[in-house]
């Protein structure tokens, strides 16, 4: 049985890490869900169940998957049989007695005293048909009242993970603006430090040519495009459409925006190293220093974004 709509789709922004549990009874017994994600680039999931609930291990994977976009998802499932269920956890008397007399008579065929064949000795030696009564009591329909269980906790492990990827968000918007604060003063040097980057380089090459009056007008030439060379007009352009495209994703809170996040703070990384190469201006090389610090601490906070 499929997961219900209303808790299998979350339509925020959510952390990779959380934690959900959940209890219910049921005609057959307690089943008791725990479930743990962390973060993972693709979707793992570890599912743990005990010998009566084996046969529903694919449903539970179905489920977390209809639930769970990425990350490490560990899922273990508790079951306890109700007292009309007790009747096939409970060891054949009959048996037992039989498998007794036979061991008895084995330990005192092999000179061993026939003492030691005691009730724990037995329950590990025997093979026990209620246990086997037991696993084919479950049906296909019995998942209902595990899909419920299921379902519950994974409700609640969303909820944390979506609790926890708010604080993410808060973070994120608070370096990006910082980000967008730097560049404003990145973009108010830009034009200072062009003109001073040509003027050093007119200085320079009237120095070197100083004994023949004029300088070459092609050498003049290679100077201004080598100068138009270091301009970083189209970087600060890129990078204020990408931090316009990081605050849509973050407005809108949709979730799995993890991997398009991921994306954009590749490409933003990519300008602000274009920058720092480009400029050769002390005070614009130690602004971008601390835009590719602020940066790290987003791709950090990034990766534990579903």
Known sequence: MATSPQNKVF??????????????????????????????????????????????????????????????????????????????????????????????????????????????????????????????????????????????????????????????????????????????????LAPESTMKMRKKLKERMEEIFRPNSELDERLLREVAIFAERVDITEEITRLKSHFAQYQAILAKKLQGSGRKMDFLVQEIGREINTIGSKALDAEIAHLVVEMKSELEKIREQIQNIE
């Open 11 to 188: 339509f925020m922004i959510a952390s990779m890490t959380g934690f959900g549990r959940a209890k219910q009874d049921g005609p057959k017994g307690t089943v008791i869900v725990e479930i743990q994600s962390i973060n993972r680039k693709f979707l793992e999931v570890f599912v743990s169940l005990p010998k009566e609930l084996l046969r529903f291990e694919n449903e539970v994977r179905k489920s977390i998957g209809e639930s769970v976009l990425r990350g490490q998802v560990s899922v273990r499932i508790h079951y306890l049989p109700s007292l009309s269920m007790l009747q096939y956890c409970l060891p054949n008397r009959e048996l037992l007695s039989a498998m007794k007399i036979g061991w008895e008579q084995i330990a005192d065929f092999l000179g061993y005293d026939p003492k030691t064949i005691d009730l724990s000795f037995l329950l590990q030696h025997s093979v026990s048909e209620s246990k086997q009564s037991l696993l084919e009591s479950f049906r296909q329909e019995d998942f209902i009242h595990i899909g419920a269980c299921l379902s519950e906790a994974l409700q609640r492990l969303n909820e944390m993970k979506i609790k926890e990827g708010q604080a993410l968000i808060h973070d994120i918007a608070e370096r990006l603006r910082l980000l967008a604060h730097l560049l404003d003063k990145i973009e108010q």
